[in-house]
């Protein structure tokens, strides 16, 4: 199943009540490639957390597919990350402890007995085509580079529906760069799967379908191609 989004009178706020992001509008297809970009602060970020159901003070709707995240509670949000998203952070998020087979498959923890093994060897093709081999060794001892590797694979392991990346090629090298950059369109346009990316690398931008500007806490309805 592919999944289209579709956003209307999205609001983020802060504790305090303050707006942090507003997005009115938002529709992107199935197999659709869309970028946002804006000066730090601006809120990309959070905007993108709300696409992921991950924002605890959000109004209005974001849809994909049949399901509105908004008024789900963390619970079943979280169960629609598990089955249809890919989300690759900024800051990794991997385990410490763990090594970087075992971080990119952390899926097949949560996954179907007959699905784990699927999971585990795309992880391993994944880190073995972003350049990493010593795959037992912990993350800890990892350079912030490789840390981004060990992420993207991880996020891309249980072959998601949906794509959500905040700046996916910050910590690589440009063919790193350019490697994942190729992968994830072709993923999205090859397969239906739809991809949004926040980024300031316009390598990356400028292969993706349209790109959207988000402003002092606003996406704006216009958009442009780089």
């Not at 972003?130 to 912030?144: A, I, P």
């Amino acid at each position: 199943m592919s999944l289209a989004l579709h956003v209307r009178d999205l609001e983020v706020h802060a504790p305090n009540g303050r707006v942090l992001v507003r997005a009115r509008q938002l529709d992107v297809a199935p197999g659709e490639t869309v970028g946002l970009r804006g000066p730090s602060g601006a809120g990309k970020s959070s905007l993108l957390y709300a696409l992921a159901g991950l924002q605890a003070r959000m109004s209005g709707a974001v849809v994909w597919g049949d399901t509105d995240l908004t008024p789900l509670n963390d619970h079943t949000r979280a169960r629609f990350r598990r089955q249809y998203m890919g989300m690759i952070f900024q800051d990794f998020l991997l385990f410490e402890e763990l090594g970087a087979l075992n971080n990119a498959s952390l899926a097949a923890a949560f996954g179907a007995p007959a699905e784990r093994h699927q999971i585990r060897h795309t992880a391993r093709t994944l880190l073995q085509r972003l350049g990493l081999t010593d795959l037992g060794r912990t993350v800890e001892s990892f350079s912030g580079g490789e840390r981004q590797r060990v992420a993207v694979a991880r996020a891309l392991s249980n072959n998601p529906k949906v794509i959500l990346a905040d700046e996916p090629t910050a910590s690589l090298d440009r063919a790193a760069a350019d490697t994942l950059i190729a992968d994830l369109t072709r993923m999205a346009r090859d397969e239906g799967r739809t991809l949004v990316v926040v980024s300031h690398d316009d390598s990356l931008l400028s292969q993706l379908d349209r790109v959207l500007q988000v402003v002092d806490g606003e996406l704006k309805q216009e958009t442009r191609h780089v």
